[in-house]
């Protein structure tokens, strides 16, 4: 195909004259593929949607949720919620591509393999705000609680990237395991604690109209948590996928 | 597998030795605290046994880092080492620290930020104890642990500051402690010879363990190998 990729010793740097734009074409055809496989089948959402509803249902009749309850527990049902479908959502997504083989053709394909991780980040992200963009009205409507709030829709951008960005690490880890359905929540869960606590402490305070400036360390912590993770994952996914 | 070198055998025998002459020490040198008296005995220990899991969290952290570095399966036999060792001792910690705030805080266990990470702590490295335990290929098992152990090294800092954010009860014996740490005391200069002397025990205890473990853990190596063969 290039007629001086056999004569030049860096083909790759020779041949485009932007060197970024192939890797984020790259990371666009993989989130392409799986958007594209999803809209068909419709099998991850659907099972993500129908748990996170049932783990709601679940709290309703775990905690008696009645007003004074709920103006307390809603951060952390919301968040607990999340957490749950995600760990679905993930391993999901993750042992399609392994049962299927897409995995190894995914790997044989000439990108850099964190263009994989980005790609496979950014599908479980958008999966994952879809499942949340579901469950914040229709918990609203069950519970007669307002939840469209600009801070809380931040936090949750942020609380879910972070999420993402260690669950898809870890997935393509759980994966390649025997005990791969059941491992998931128990290496994912520990490691995402900080999250939790700043997510829940950062939607209830902006639930109950505390000043930003209370509110920004937590944010801080999540913004700080989903760079680090985002970096430690870039630089280890090769280690992850290495055959 | 050739016998143990003599360097592991005189740390056996110091071992002992340190750990007799810190029970000598905590039980018959120490001065009784005045309020919470025997209770406070257990403090030693409890400190000695945090500060060798702190160690073995350090190790395998290292560890793990230079496995994926040199990809020499050495530094995996290194790193589960270290993570069995401090799982242990982290337990032990948790336990005695548990018995020791029945009567000090009166509860055994409040979610206080060491504590709450004390036991985010057992739970990462028993994930990561079961990671291993799914893998059957030697070089992806040390792999994946490595890549685990990392995120779990920095992680639980996090977490620690996390948890921080709020307040805290737990004594802070060295250093300024908050106005609403119950259950501190100040340390006579024998309590804290005592304190420094256990704390030298348990990291020579650490040592030697480190040290039979790695072996043991080339010694399944050598299994597998001879498995491998045999088939």
């Known amino acids: ?243 | 597998m050739e016998p143990q070198p003599v360097a592991l055998k005189i740390l056996n025998t110091l071992s002992i030795l340190c750990f007799l002459g810190s029970l000598g020490m905590v039980f018959l040198y120490a001065p009784l605290e005045v309020t919470m008296n025997y209770v406070q005995k257990l403090f030693y220990f409890h400190v000695a046994n945090a500060w060798v899991g702190m160690l073995g969290f350090l190790a395998a952290a290292v560890a793990g880092i230079i496995y994926l570095v040199t990809h020499d399966i050495k530094w995996d036999i290194i790193e589960i080492a270290a993570i069995e060792i401090s799982l242990v001792f982290f337990l032990i910690a948790i336990l005695s620290g548990s018995i020791w705030a029945r009567p000090s805080w009166g509860t055994y266990w409040t979610w206080e930020p060491r504590l709450t990470t004390a036991a985010i702590l057992e739970m990462v490295y028993i994930a990561c104890l079961l990671l291993r335990q799914g893998i059957d290929d030697p070089d992806r098992r040390a792999r994946f642990s490595a890549v685990y152990t990392l995120i779990g090294s920095i992680s639980v800092p996090i977490t620690f500051l996390s948890i921080r954010l709020f307040r805290t009860i737990h004594p802070v014996l060295i250093g300024s402690g908050s106005a609403s740490a119950q259950g501190s005391f100040d340390m006579t200069p024998k309590m804290l010879f005592t304190m420094f002397f256990t704390l030298g025990t348990f990291s020579v205890i650490f040592v030697a363990l480190f040290w039979h473990r790695i072996r043991l853990g080339q010694l399944s190596q050598l299994v597998d190998q001879r498995k491998l063969e045999e088939q």
């Open chain 1, 1 to 243: 195909m290039r007629p001086d990729s056999t004569s030049s010793p860096l083909p790759a740097q020779k041949s485009s004259s932007r060197p970024n734009a192939s890797y984020i074409k790259s990371i666009g055809a993989i989130l392409w593929k799986d958007l594209a496989a999803e809209v068909r089948s419709r099998e991850l959402l659907t099972a993500m949607l129908v748990f996170a509803l049932l783990v709601i249902l679940i709290f309703n009749f775990a905690l008696d949720l009645d007003a004074a309850t709920r103006r307390v527990a809603t951060p952390g049902i919301l968040w607990a919620t999340f957490a749950f479908a995600g760990t679905l959502g993930l391993n999901r997504s993750m042992a399609l591509e392994k049962d299927r083989g897409c995995f190894d053709g995914l790997l044989l394909a000439p990108v850099d393999r964190s263009a994989i991780y980005f790609g496979k980040l950014i599908s479980n992200l958008v999966f994952m705000l879809i499942v949340e963009a579901v469950v914040l009205p229709v918990y609203s409507v069950l519970y007669n609680t307002n939840l469209f709030n600009p801070g809380l829709v931040c936090v949750i951008l942020l609380g879910s990237l972070g999420y993402v960005a260690v669950g898809t690490l870890l997935s393509s880890m759980a994966v390649q395991t025997r005990t791969r359905d059941v491992l998931l929540p128990i290496l994912l869960f520990p490691v995402i604690i900080p999250i939790l606590i700043a997510a829940v402490k950062a939607s209830s305070g902006f639930l109950q109209g505390v000043a930003l400036a209370d509110n920004m360390p937590y944010i801080n912590l999540l913004l700080v948590y989903a760079v680090i993770f985002t970096a430690v994952a870039f630089m280890v996914f090769d280690y992850v996928v290495e055959e």
